[in-house]
């Protein structure tokens, strides 16, 4: 069975296969006795907590902020403002609950812009149903 | 199951023309340190959420400053607010810190702030 979708579903199982927790090592839900302390308290540590973990330089961009971008963090201030969340609880979503993986492969306002959505479906604002409805429709318009 | 019933405006109605930390003022009872005293970072348990930055864990410092009190993190990220406590501002020497750090800026500090929950007497 081959489509433009099911070419693209099989593409993304590909890359998620790829993707490790980065300790350069295979892990596939280990059984309990594979797991040391030291394992443990890395994959439970916060996963905003990067100060003094070893890393490669990275290079410095002056990049202005875009609409989008804009848009994101006034969404989440007007969330702040009707009571949805605090600031803190943003944080907490947006650098942490998101995971390794969400947190070091996803651009700043990409994690504000995914946290504000689940929010609205954690809290029952909205439900998943009505929000992959709605994201169907937009994506429609650019087809 | 039924949808739960949140209080969408008590943290508004709390910090509105007052802001917050300062809408904690005088919420967190006596501080149980004062400046210049010595402290250590506690190595508690992180799982869920923390801000208490890993690489201060263990580590020495001096009380700079008692700066607001306020819910420390790991329960505000929950909106539980009803236990704030003292933030300090802790100055402590970067050789502490960083094992390797050079001794020609051994004079070198580093200044962040912790709540109260993470500090014992050093």
């Given at each position: 069975m081959s489509s433009p979708t099911r070419n693209r579903v099989l593409g993304h199982l590909d890359y998620v296969g790829l993707l490790?927790?980065?300790?350069h090592k295979e892990t596939h839900?280990?059984?309990?006795?594979?797991?040391?302390n030291e394992q443990y308290r890395a994959y439970t540590r916060?996963?905003?907590?990067?100060?003094g973990e070893r890393d490669v330089p990275i290079s410095w961009e002056e990049k202005e902020e875009e609409v989008w971008e804009h848009n994101t963090f006034v969404t989440c201030e007007v969330l702040a403002w009707r009571g949805v969340w605090n600031a803190e609880e943003r944080r907490r979503r947006q650098?942490?609950?998101?995971?390794q993986t969400q947190y070091l492969g996803l651009p700043y306002y990409g994690r504000w812009l995914l946290t504000a959505a689940l929010i609205l479906v954690d809290k029952q604002f909205v439900t998943l149903t009505e929000l992959h409805d709605k994201i169907d429709e937009v994506k429609k318009r650019y087809e | 199951m039924s949808k739960p019933n949140y209080d969408l405006e008590h943290h508004v109605k709390k910090a509105t023309g007052i802001g917050d930390p300062q809408c904690?003022?005088?919420?967190?009872?006596?501080?149980k340190f004062k400046v210049g005293d010595k402290v250590r970072v506690k190595d508690l348990p992180d799982v869920f959420y923390t801000?208490?930055?890993?690489?201060?864990?263990g580590a020495t410092a001096i009380v700079a400053e008692l700066v607001y009190e306020s819910p420390p993190a790991e329960d505000e990220a929950w909106d539980n607010c009803d236990n704030p406590e003292w933030f300090y501002s802790l100055i402590f020497r970067q050789k502490d810190l960083w094992p390797e750090y050079p001794d020609t800026f051994a004079g070198d500090t580093l200044e962040t702030e912790l709540p109260e929950r993470w500090l014992e007497s050093a």
């Open positions: 490790q927790p980065a300790i839900a280990p059984y309990p006795d594979e797991v040391t916060a996963a905003h907590d990067v100060g650098n942490v609950d998101v995971g | 904690f003022k005088d919420e967190a009872g006596e501080a801000r208490t930055q890993a690489y201060t864990r």
